[in-house]
């Protein structure tokens, strides 16, 4: 199993509310609609609150000091699934449609993929 972490940050003077619902009524359902067939499973986190532990006492932090306004699961079968997923959003026909709706709510440049490997 193969499990992708996005860390996505808003669009300058976007709101949070803003941000989440064109995500989840614009870009989740453009998601889904051409590579959900690969998918095994996909979420969807909004940081609330975090606690950061300097030196062993804890700092409790704000939703405006995370870095971050979501962070994305994704869940792929296997490394082919994987290739197959990033061959679809590189096809010139639809990147433009990706890369047009992520500039309306993300700073696409601070956007951060992560490609790990999920233990139980």
């Given at each position: 199993m193969v499990k992708l972490?996005?860390?996505?940050k808003?669009?300058?003077?976007?709101?949070?509310?803003?941000f989440?619902r064109h995500?989840?009524?614009?870009h989740?359902?453009?998601?889904?609609?051409?590579?959900?067939?690969?998918?095994?499973?996909?979420r969807?986190?909004y940081?609330?609150s975090?606690?950061?532990?300097?030196?062993?006492?804890?700092?409790?932090?704000?939703?405006s000091?995370?870095?971050?306004d979501?962070?994305?699961?994704?869940?792929?079968?296997?490394?082919?699934?994987?290739?197959?997923?990033?061959?679809?959003?590189?096809?010139?026909?639809?990147?433009?449609?990706?890369?047009?709706d992520?500039?309306?709510?993300?700073?696409?440049?601070?956007?951060?993929?992560i490609?790990?490997?999920?233990?139980?």
């Amino acid at each position: 199993m193969v499990k992708l972490i996005f860390m996505l940050k808003r669009r300058s003077g976007m709101s949070p509310a803003d941000f989440r619902r064109h995500y989840e009524q614009s870009h989740v359902p453009l998601t889904l609609r051409h590579v959900g067939h690969l998918l095994k499973g996909y979420r969807r986190n909004y940081p609330q609150s975090a606690l950061f532990n300097p030196s062993g006492r804890q700092v409790h932090l704000r939703t405006s000091d995370i870095e971050y306004d979501a962070i994305a699961e994704m869940w792929l079968e296997n490394e082919s699934d994987l290739a197959e997923m990033n061959r679809i959003f590189n096809d010139p026909e639809i990147n433009p449609l990706f890369t047009a709706d992520e500039a309306e709510f993300l700073e696409r440049e601070q956007t951060l993929m992560i490609v790990s490997e999920e233990l139980a």
